[in-house]
């Protein structure tokens, strides 16, 4: 299926570090020429955190997203 990398992700307990080890495999993974790299976001980058939150829930398909009023900005 095109790995060519595994780490363990122990994140849960020793927090970012423990995620170094994945994030550089991943980072690794995008440079490969062996990977065909056709990323794109799901949302226009310029559109508000909201409505970037609301292209992303409803691509899982989701009608739409209800934020509580503390976490609006």
Known sequence: MGAF????????????EGA??????????????????????LYDINLSIEDKLRAVAKSYGADDIDIHDDAKV
């Open 5 to 16: 990398d595994v780490q363990i992700a122990d994140h849960w307990a020793k927090g970012g």
């Open 20 to 41: 170094l080890d994945v994030a550089n495999a991943v980072r690794d993974a995008c440079k490969s020429t062996k990977v065909k790299n056709d990323f794109k976001f």
